[in-house]
Structure formats: C-alpha cells, structure tokens
C-alpha cells in the first residue's frame, strides 16, 4: 500500500505558523484525494482539510481563512500551511490517501498561549 510520511510538526506560538508536508509513496498520487485531518486528546479525529486530484478543496470552517493545503504532484506532496495559530488547534495532524484508506503516522502540532 501507500506510505505517508508527516513532518513540519512541532511547538508554535499562538499566532504563529507551521508548514506541514506529507509525502507519499507509490504512483498513484496524483489520482488520489488527499486530507489533513487532526486528533486532540480526548477528541475524535475530525477533517480540517481536502483537496482532490483535480485540486478542488474544502476546509472545516475552523481553519477557513488560517489554513491552505496544497499539492505538488511532481513532488508527491501534500502541504498543510497553518497560520494565526490557535492554542484550541493543538493536535496530532495526520493525513490520509482517501483513494486507499491509508493513514500516515501522524505529526504533534503544539501551540501555546
């Protein structure tokens, strides 16, 4: 199956920024939906954002205006740009190949107050 790698993670300010990259393995991606989705303790996982093979996206609307993701299919590349950081958006960030079901290991993001 299909590999996928997070990074960019890390501890953030409120109203910082963190640039998340997730690359895929395979040959297929470019004829993959994939999603950023997030995981806060306690909390079940939930979408924060999508983008298709054709490069049509949608965002939770807790990430409208802060959020952009983004693909390099040459690149094999997902991109989560995160900016006005929030403490309420610390979370494991994971991102999925919806095409195959198939989940990375997942990224710490940290944003303190």
């Known amino acids: 199956q299909v590999q996928l790698v997070e990074s960019g993670g890390g501890l953030v300010q409120s109203g910082g920024s963190l640039r998340l990259s997730c690359a895929a393995s395979?040959?297929?991606?470019?004829?993959?939906?994939m999603g950023w989705y997030r995981q806060a303790p306690g909390k079940q996982r939930e979408r924060v954002a999508i983008?298709?093979?054709?490069?049509?996206?949608n965002y939770a609307d807790s990430v409208k205006g802060r959020f952009t993701i983004s693909r390099d299919n040459a690149k094999n590349t997902v991109y989560l740009q995160m900016n006005s950081l929030k403490p309420e958006d610390t979370a494991v960030y994971y991102c999925?190949?919806?095409?195959?079901?198939?989940w990375g290991q997942g990224t710490q993001v940290t944003v303190s107050s």
């Open positions: 999925k190949d919806l095409k195959y079901d198939q």
């Open positions: 395979g040959s297929d991606f470019r004829f993959s939906t």
């Open positions: 983008i298709t093979s054709r490069g049509s996206i």
